[in-house]
């Protein structure tokens, strides 16, 4: 089991409403990642981090943000959420300094808007 | 565009049967050939992978076939289980920033 955590687990909010979805690891991984999932679906990249300070957008575009301020942690937010904005939020990392391609998953978030 | 190309979208086998998936490529820089397995309410996880220079790895009752000239790699579970039912993600990766992409996905019921 993989030591990568994300809270909360489920969040039902309210259009306009700022969140913060949180993911920690503790695997000391340098590289960071958030997907978005429709259920059953395929997995979307919306953001990774090489490290400290670094980040990056992934290959689908999302109104949300993302900081990485300590290398464990890697909060995702959305300054105004609208119902377009309700799936599932998967946070992931890997050993990229090592040069192993495995990334390791935690256990989502899955946002409704209403 | 998509990269990878996964089919079926569900497969329902019997207890004991094999589960074929398949996934279809055409960037020939993909250098990283993994499947991911996940299970409703969990993140994927790895099941197993290959790289371009080895034909086929089994680990257990999993196994990945690579065929680099037709840019196709497929998962096999032999005597699958219902255990085994779950969601199955084929995945590519190439160059410096080593980024997974992933699959549609396919939904696997093994029926007890």
């Known amino acids: 089991e993989a030591d990568i955590y994300q809270t909360p687990r489920y969040l039902v909010i309210g259009t306009g409403k700022k969140i913060t979805l949180e993911c920690s690891q503790t695997m000391g991984h340098d590289k960071m990642y958030w997907y978005q999932q429709d259920p059953g679906m395929e997995l979307h990249l919306i953001h990774y981090s090489y490290g400290v300070n670094s980040t990056e957008k992934g290959d689908l575009s999302s109104e949300s943000t993302v900081s990485r301020i300590r290398t464990e942690h890697f909060p995702l937010t959305l300054e105004s959420a609208r119902p377009s904005h309700t799936s599932q939020y998967l946070c992931a990392s890997s050993d990229f300094s090592r040069g192993t391609d495995t990334q390791y998953f935690g256990p989502g978030t899955r946002l409704t808007v209403l | 565009q998509q990269q990878v190309k996964q089919s079926p979208q569900s497969l329902i086998v019997q207890k004991g049967g094999i589960s074929i998936i398949n996934c279809a490529y055409e960037?020939?820089?993909?250098?990283?050939f993994p499947w991911y397995q996940q299970f409703p309410g969990k993140g994927p996880a790895l099941l197993i992978a290959i790289r371009p220079d080895v034909s086929e790895k089994k680990e257990g009752r999993f196994t990945i076939s690579f065929n680099k000239s037709a840019k196709q790699f497929s998962l096999h579970i032999m005597d699958s289980q219902p255990g085994d039912s779950a969601t199955y993600f084929c995945a590519v990766s190439s160059g410096s920033a080593r980024q997974l992409t992933f699959g549609s996905g396919t939904q696997l019921t093994v029926l007890p």
């Open positions: 960037n020939t820089a993909f250098d990283y």
